[in-house]
């Protein structure tokens, strides 16, 4: 659901009226809550293992395959912890 209002919002986000603008916001907010996605996925879980996704997704998650490797080490940390 985010990436196509990602998509969306990229694709409206030309000129200087309101729509751009909120389009702009839209957009940035989106792409922000996206990129930290796995960090949100570990917020319930202990301080060591939300501290260290956490760096790991600030230095290594705008590369797409430290990205996933990341959502993937959040994902087996929710599985581990179930």
């Known amino acids: 659901?985010?990436?196509?209002?990602?998509?969306?919002s990229y694709l409206c986000r030309?000129?200087?009226?309101?729509?751009?603008l909120a389009a702009n916001l839209l957009f940035y907010s989106s792409a922000l809550v996206l990129y930290f996605y796995p960090s949100i996925c570990v917020i319930r879980y202990a301080k060591q293992e939300r501290t260290s996704v956490l760096w790991l997704n600030l230095f290594f998650g705008?590369?797409?395959?430290?990205w996933l490797l990341v959502l993937y080490r959040a994902l087996v940390i929710g599985a581990e912890e179930e």
């Open 1 to 8: 659901m985010l990436i196509p209002l990602c998509t969306l």
């Open 14 to 20: 030309n000129g200087d009226n309101y729509v751009a």
């Open 62 to 66: 705008w590369t797409g395959i430290g």
